[in-house]
């Protein structure tokens, strides 16, 4: 297995990629980056960081896990968005370092990380990122995204507080502020294709996250996968022993077919 650390932003030190790429380079790889959750004051990549990459390697991508500004380390609301901007851009422009095709860099969130994710998915485009993007306009969308029990809606008593909040600190009562983040607004043809896991009984982020972001994407024409799985607390992660801190509600062999599932539909695009 290769490994590097990679300090994406001058003096911002909390602001990482750490790659993980296949021995074998008889062909370019698919690239996954993995943007693990903790609602904006945390970055979870115990349970859904390193593993997940683990995985997808597994499925043979190569893969990166970000680790992104949280809590007081965000300045501005955009800063999580710019910075796995960054990591996109990175990835793209070392392809051959990394031995992947640049055509074919994916991302996987989640939970706050899924928001983080779907914004690369949705928000790509938004002016005050381009224009700090520069020359690289542009090479931040991703070819596609996974998301996984994400935080997709703002001004919603369904949506997950803390982690908008987190993000937008004391503008989190500025309605445009928080609409300019709230997924299912942002939806349109611009928009990279997703595929969606969620439970149906996730009592900390609830379903109707997962629904009304897809029902933003058939009405703008995107065309999306979703999983809805019967039973699962938030923070399923892999679904399986790896990633289940010793709790049977995290091992759930149905639930954990979730990567091999997003890896047939990343295939297909």
């Known amino acids: 297995m290769q490994y590097e650390k990679i300090e994406l932003i001058p003096g911002r030190s909390e602001v990482t990629l750490e790659y993980f790429g296949i021995d074998d380079r008889s062909e370019p790889r698919d690239a996954m980056l993995v943007i693990p959750g903790g609602g904006y004051g945390a970055v979870c990549a115990d349970r859904e960081g390193y593993p997940i990459a683990q995985a997808y390697m597994m499925q043979e991508m ?17 800063d999580p968005l710019y ?15 990394y031995n992947i095709n640049p055509d074919r860099v994916f991302c996987v969130g989640f939970s706050a990380g899924g928001h983080l994710a779907g914004s690369l998915a ?13 020359e690289n306009k542009g090479k931040n969308r991703p070819t596609g995204a996974v998301l996984c029990y994400p935080v997709t809606l703002g001004r919603s008593s369904k949506g997950h507080a803390g982690t908008f909040k987190n993000l937008l600190k004391e503008r989190i009562d500025d309605e445009q502020a928080v609409d300019s983040f ?3 607004k942002n939806v349109g043809p611009h928009t990279a294709p997703v595929f969606i896991m969620h439970t149906f009984d996730d009592e900390l982020v609830p379903l109707e996250n997962a629904l009304i972001l897809g029902l933003a994407y058939k009405e703008a024409g995107v065309p999306f996968e979703m999983h809805i799985y019967p039973h699962g607390p938030h923070g399923m992660a892999l679904a399986n022993k790896v990633t289940w801190i010793g709790n049977p509600d995290y091992n759930n062999a149905a639930i954990a077919r979730w990567v091999a599932d ?3 539909w990343m295939r297909s695009l």
């Open 83 to 97: 910075q796995a901007s960054m990591a996109m851009i990175h990835i793209k422009e070392n392809a051959e370092k």
């Open 262 to 264: 997003s890896a047939l």
């Open 122 to 134: 949705t928000l790509w485009n938004r002016s005050d990122i381009q224009e700090k993007l520069g």
């Open 182 to 184: 709230s997924l299912e």
């Open 62 to 78: 190569n893969a990166f896990v970000l680790h992104y500004s949280v809590g007081s380390q965000i300045k501005e609301a955009t």
